[in-house]
């Protein structure tokens, strides 16, 4: 009975992370809707401070698949395990391993806890997969840093038997700047795409195709000031053929006292080949935070320019930010 005892007391199981992000919308023409948002409940497993365990629970729009595999429609909005990870810390790195976030480029990086703005379009258009199921391995030396997976890239669908490679390099500070490479490359086959109206780089869905994506980022954090930029150029070779597309955002963002206050330019050009396909993105946002962060509203708005025909697609957010874990 003692052993038992003992065996249930083994390492630390503490709340990690809880996020309540409740969110009102309005949008054109004449739409309004209130949300949960980016809200999500964080477990954690700890032993000898190198094996850890993390389980997350939100909405499964939160693992973000890819458009390559998942239409819209299909994206479900049910609550779920979003994050069920073992994870192994030694000299030589950081090992994980199970449905874990991909970390692409920086703002891949950002947990809900840390969100100011709404995800760029970089990950509402699904360009890349916020979570996915797979292994991964990070170290850092020197400010220098390296983090490599390897995935499925369906997210928690049935494996398509092609994997998937994220890789990330780069140099950081210990106080103001990070700079790096993010890039992927992975394929699709038709036999898990023809039901994805996907049609980046007008891909057909019909057939098998190759996909890669790379660019530089770059955040230099101050005090008071924040400014976020980072830009990826990505090609889709299908039937011998090569074409572009490309994705990204610069964040400036300013604090003083309680009050915040942010700026972004978001970019989306999801076919070079073809005139009117870029979208455009400006947003402003200012916010009010309690003194220890545990309370933050947020109001964003945003207006969206297309090269083509205009959509009404305009929207004002107002988002109230909960958690009683400290910054």
Known sequence: MNSLWASEQLGDLK????????????????????????????????????????FSVGAKTLIGPMAHFVSNKQ?????????????????????????????????????????????????????????????SYYVDNNHFFTQLMLHNGVGVGNPQGHLWYTAKWGWKDERHWSVGLSGQIGSTNSERT???????AEVDVHRSAQWRIMGPFMMWDSKRWKITG???????????????????????????????FGFRFDHFDGQWSQNGNLESQ????????????????????????????????????????????IR
């Open 15 to 54: 709340v990690e992370g809880l996020v309540l992000r409740p969110q009102f919308e309005f949008l054109e023409p004449r739409k309004a809707q209130f949300a949960l948002g980016e809200s999500l409940f964080t477990l954690g497993w700890e032993m000898d401070h190198s094996i850890r365990t993390v």
């Open 194 to 200: 023809v039901e994805s109206e996907d049609s980046l």
């Open 282 to 325: 400006f947003s402003l946002a200012t916010g009010f935070r309690s003194e220890n962060q545990t309370s933050r509203i947020y109001l964003v708005a945003t207006k969206s320019i297309e090269e083509g025909t205009q959509i009404p697609n305009d929207e004002i957010r107002l988002v109230w930010h909960l958690t009683p874990l």
């Open 230 to 260: 980072e830009g990826y150029l990505g090609n889709l070779i299908q039937d011998q053929k090569t074409k572009s597309f490309s994705v990204g955002h610069l964040d400036v963002d300013y604090s003083v006292n309680a009050w915040f």
């Open 75 to 135: 994206v479900s909005e049910d609550l779920g395990f979003i994050e069920a990870y073992g994870e192994y810390e030694f000299n030589y790195g950081r090992i994980r391993a199970g449905l874990q976030p991909v970390q692409f480029g920086l703002e891949g990086d950002i947990n809900e806890s840390n969100l100011d703005l709404p995800r760029s379009l970089l990950f509402q258009r699904r360009v890349v997969a916020l979570r996915d199921i797979g292994i």
